[in-house]
């Protein structure tokens, strides 16, 4: 229950939600002097009196308000509750994580979490999902602008000859930030500068971001004379798709695979070896082919945003996660080979909407929590039980577009009664 609820209308307050209904003040205008959790209530006041609709219900959250207001959303008025369900245990074999761990999904979509549940149990009797996660860096391209072909060389080579004080530049930003590489790209009158870092445990956009105005500001402006447009040329890239990112990866690139003997197919996914890799070629790849998409899979941004709202992640990079490639091949004695590659996953165990209440419980479920002796170790833990997670979750819906089972599922979960009954069966 919220603190808010429970705030008593006050003659002030109600003087300032007069003065925001009659337009006198602006919605991020509310006088210091109110506490963050008043100035919610009286915004939502204002809006219930402006609008007519009730907002009884988005008043009840618990997080800390005063940091919420401060560092995730501004003219806060509630929250928007998104259910989390549970999948698992998900058998994980990476670096970080050789173990099964039981994983928070939030969805609104019926079906999605008892569908992946049980491509947990498929991984779970294969013996588990062998997962790879590269750092391969967070990138962030300012764009340049140039007279022409002479001044853009002269802007590479400068780039080339001064990396050592450019990479000191952007380490001074944050202890945590490691300049990976820098890579130009010249397009005429125009230069992109693609820089990479690694950022410890953060998703790192906002560090990368830092760390470009300095280098930008401090740096390459006055030492070249060539101005920035833009600190962010659209060649990051970011929360767009992008086939730089599909190629050269962007945060982190995930790898995970597994080998399902034929019974397991049969008794758990309902389908086999030929109908699964006739369905990958003629739907993930020439479907993916027809329609222009560069996401050859089933359906990674599924799992991804489950996974993303419910550990705190920025929820627009959904976007990028998409893109990626579900493989599957026959193998002897009926098994198949299934594996999935997700080139662009940004992901952080600290900052963003890590920190939240809801979310740091999370992660807390996962085992996911910060060493400050050994940066990075977090966020790799989180990654490779994101690799599994969207394994299990494109074996299941493989499975079902064989077993023509996909639309019976939805009938039956996603708008029917409460609770599933047994997601091995009813999925
Ligand atoms: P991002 O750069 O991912 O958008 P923030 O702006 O929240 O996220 O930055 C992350 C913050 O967390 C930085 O201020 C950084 O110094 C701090 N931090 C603390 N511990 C770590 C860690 N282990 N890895 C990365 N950053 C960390």
Redo the contacts with the bound molecule.
Sequence with gaps: MSRAAATPPTPHLDAIVLDLVERRLQFHQIPKSLSAEEAAEVRRRALEVMTNASLSNMRHYSFDVDSVSSRNCENLIGVAQVPIGIVGPVPVRGNEVNEEVFVPLATTEGALIASTNRGCAALRAAGGAKVFVEDVGMTRAPVFRTSGIEESQRLVTWLTKNEEEIRTIAEGT?R?LELISIRPFVFSTTVFVRFRFR??????????TIACDRIVTDLIEPATGISCTALSGNYCVDKKPAAVNFQEGRGKRLFAEVEIPGEVLSKILKTNPDDLVEVQYRKNLLGSIAAGSSGFNAHFANVLAGFFIATGQDLAHVVDGSTGVTFVEKRPNGAAYFSVFLPTVPL?A???GTGLATQAESLAMLGVK?N?DR??SAVMRLAEILAATVLAGELSLMAAFTSRDLASAHERLGRGPAEPVDPLSEV
């Design positions: 944050s945590f950022s410890g445990d953060a998703m790192g956009m906002n560090m990368a952080g600290i900052g963003g910060v400050p940066p990075g």
